[in-house]
């Protein structure tokens, strides 16, 4: 079973406007972390914003919230007031504490790829 | 500026050749990882290491192997048993303590022929 699911290959939406980005995770972890990356069409990945399964509020970095519902396992992207420049495919990610705890890996969804239209 | 690079940006090799992809980091990070990114698809783990002479297979390393003689370095060879080398590598680091994002290196393209 997958263990991040990113249900939309493509998403497309009106600058200016607001999108959200689905992500479902499944882990039997209690102690976990998400994690959303944007990747352009350059190819290099950049971190923009994180959830801990602990933590009481949604994340919020300028125009990016994390919508997380934990008893639903959802951990969905909200951006605001999209710009040109959003246009990329954008990657939701899970940490977890298994395994020992030790090993900070990764796993990632397959992306969903927003385009941003003037 | 600390980061992570990544050379070359684009590689080319004939079938049958190992090849080495490089990776530096200069943000004291312990942890670095090696992914593979397939055309629309997200990221595989091929390798990581926590810390100097130790690492770990990620999910597919058949066909991959790594060293990490140095904190700063963790070069990925591809080697001729790698049966679908062409793809997008992506090198990443983190720190071990707390729970802190992967920072990634701009890739390196490799195409086989």
Not at chain 2, 35 to 50: C, N, V
Request: proline share 3%; hydrophobic share 30%.
């Amino acid at each position: 079973a997958q263990k991040i699911t990113q249900t939309q290959p493509g998403m497309f939406v009106q600058e200016k406007e607001a999108v959200t980005l689905d992500c479902t995770y499944d882990t039997s972890d209690q102690s976990y972390g998400l994690f959303w990356y944007k990747q352009p069409s350059s190819g290099e990945m950049i971190f923009l914003i994180y959830q801990g399964s602990y933590d009481e509020q949604n994340a919020t970095e300028g125009r990016y919230s994390l919508n997380f519902q934990k008893a639903r396992k959802s951990a969905n992207l909200v951006i605001s007031a999209s710009q040109l420049g959003d246009s990329a495919m954008y990657f939701c990610a899970m940490r977890e504490v298994g395994d020992g705890g030790s090993n900070y890996k990764l796993t990632f969804g397959k992306g969903t790829l927003l385009t941003v239209n003037p | 500026d600390g980061g992570i690079t990544q050379s070359p940006k684009y590689l080319f090799r004939k079938e049958g050749q190992n090849v080495t992809l490089s990776c530096e980091q200069n943000l004291n990070h312990d942890a670095m990882y090696w992914y593979r990114q397939d055309p629309g698809q997200g990221l595989r783990l091929i390798y990581y290491s926590q810390i100097v002479n130790d690492f770990q297979k990620g999910d597919i390393a058949e066909g991959y192997s790594v060293s990490r003689e140095k904190k700063e370095s963790f070069p990925l060879t591809v080697t001729s048993a790698q049966k679908n080398p062409t793809a997008f590598y992506l090198c990443a680091s983190t720190q071990r303590e707390g729970w802190h994002e992967q920072y990634f290196g701009p890739g390196t393209r490799l195409t086989v022929t």
